[in-house]
């Protein structure tokens, strides 16, 4: 089993930034060659991915509506990452959730366990 927790939700203005923290803990997780990313689920719509990151090679992966102003970086322990979000937006608001799974880790379904998500409000 792989315990995922997120940090660092909180509520920003417009144009502001915010990073989220991520650790994944469990023997599981580099036994596994587990990868970490980010997913988020906007008011009404489904869970989508946000960024991933492969554990071991440190390629990165990124959705489209956040490619440029959103930055996944791995900690000082390869069971870190952290999202480093600028310019955020009113849309970008949500929770967003840290995942462990299989690269690229780019859908829901190659997530094996997830964080309970942390709250991001980006206020006009």
């Known amino acids: 089993r792989v315990n995922v927790l997120e940090s660092g939700g909180d509520s920003v203005q417009a144009g502001e930034s915010l990073t989220l923290s991520c650790v994944a803990e469990g023997s599981e997780f580099r036994a596994n060659g587990f990868s970490l990313g980010w997913f988020r689920q906007l008011p009404g719509n489904g869970r989508e991915a946000v960024a991933s990151i492969h554990t071991n090679e440190r390629r990165t992966n990124y959705a489209k509506g956040v490619e440029g102003r959103f930055t996944i970086t791995q900690g000082s322990a390869k069971n870190i990452v952290y999202l480093q979000m600028t310019g955020l937006r009113p849309e970008d608001t949500g929770t967003y959730y840290c995942?462990?799974?299989?690269?690229?880790?780019?859908?829901?379904?190659?997530?094996?366990?997830w964080g309970p998500g942390t709250q991001v409000t980006v206020n006009s």
């Open positions: 995942a462990a799974g299989r690269y690229p880790l780019m859908i829901p379904g190659q997530a094996l366990y």
